[in-house]
C-alpha cells in the first residue's frame, strides 16, 4: 500500500501565495509521475500541473507562469507552488502518484485532497 500525505492548504487573499506539498510512502520501488489536480462542486476533476521522473512538467494554460511544479526525489515527495492566487483558483487540490511497486506493477494513488480558498 500506498499512503498520500497532503498539506499546504487554506485561506489567502487574491493575489497571494500559497505552496502544496504532497509525501509519498509505502510500499514503492519508484515513482514515475507526480501531479496535482483540482476539482470544484459540480466540475471534473482537471489537471493542474504534473513532473515526470525525469523533471519535465507540465501545466494547464490557467496556471501558466502563476504556479510551478517540483519534486524532491529523496524524500517523495511533490511540491506546487502557487503564486498570484486568484478567485477562481478555489478548489480542492488533489495530489496523483503514479508508482512502480516492487512487484513491478504501476499503479496510480491519490491523495484526500485539501482546500485551496481565494478570496476576493
Known amino acids: 500500500q500506498v499512503q498520500l500525505v497532503e498539506s499546504g492548504g487554506g485561506l489567502v487573499q487574491a493575489g497571494g501565495s500559497l505552496r502544496l506539498s504532497c509525501a509519498a510512502s509505502?510500499?514503492?520501488?519508484?515513482?514515475?509521475?507526480m501531479g496535482w489536480y483540482r476539482q470544484v462542486p459540480g466540475k471534473q476533476r482537471e489537471l493542474v500541473a504534473a513532473?515526470?521522473?525525469?523533471?519535465?512538467?507540465n501545466y494547464a494554460d490557467s496556471v501558466k507562469g502563476r504556479f510551478t511544479i517540483s519534486r524532491d526525489n529523496a524524500n517523495n515527495t511533490v511540491y506546487l507552488q502557487m503564486n498570484s492566487l486568484k478567485p477562481e483558483d478555489t478548489a480542492v487540490y488533489y495530489c496523483?502518484?503514479?508508482?512502480?511497486?516492487?512487484?513491478?506493477?504501476?499503479?496510480?494513488?491519490w491523495g484526500k485532497g485539501t482546500l485551496v480558498t481565494v478570496s476576493s
Open positions: 509505502g510500499s514503492i520501488f519508484s515513482i514515475n509521475t
Open positions: 496523483n502518484v503514479g508508482i512502480t511497486t516492487p512487484n513491478y506493477v504501476r499503479m496510480y494513488y
Open positions: 513532473i515526470q521522473s525525469g523533471g519535465s512538467t
